[in-house]
């Protein structure tokens, strides 16, 4: 099943609240008075509260029970939206075009992310420059995690410049 199993049941509720309210405004209306025998001919009409209270509160936990449903709903949804894999979003820098001839063009393409380099956030073009300019103290190779659109998250070792990256973000 998926994030949306719930929006059925919403419908649902909102149905029978919509019935309940239908049934307990025509039911108070038609039976929520009766007229009482005073004697000698004469009436007196009469609330009949226990119709009346048994169609608000018949309509009380209708609406509770709409609420409740949808909330239920609204927490599902959010719990299931931690756990889907978006490859339109996430942390790091979006790479829009990569140069054929670019150091990493055998490595990603247009649609992942660069997500460190060297250690350090990818937050966008700027801090990816950022990094490529840290050298790193063991080797001249630039380690760069990237993911790639359907959410592999790998690290390549680059030795080359920020030129020699030729990418577009």
Request: charged fraction near 15%; charge should be negative.
């Amino acid at each position: 099943m998926g994030r949306d199993k719930w929006d059925g049941w919403i419908f649902f509720c909102w149905i029978v609240l919509f019935v309940a309210i239908v049934l307990s405004v025509m039911f108070v209306f038609k039976f929520g008075t009766f007229k009482l025998d005073t004697g000698y001919g004469l009436y007196e009409t009469q609330f009949n509260w226990p119709l009346i209270v048994g169609g608000m509160l018949s309509l009380g936990f209708t609406i509770v029970l709409g609420v409740v449903v949808a909330m239920l709903r609204d927490v599902y949804k959010m719990s299931a939206a931690q756990y889907l894999a978006n490859p339109a979003e996430g942390p790091g820098a979006l790479v829009k075009e990569v140069a054929e001839d670019s150091a990493i063009a055998p490595y990603i393409g247009p649609g992942y992310y660069i997500m460190s380099v060297n250690g350090m956030n990818a937050g966008g073009p700027l801090s990816v420059k950022q990094g490529l300019l840290a050298a790193r103290p063991d080797n001249g190779d630039h380690k760069i995690v990237v993911r790639s659109p359907s959410g592999d998250v790998r690290e390549v070792f680059l030795d080359a410049s920020v030129e020699d990256l030729k990418l577009v973000f």
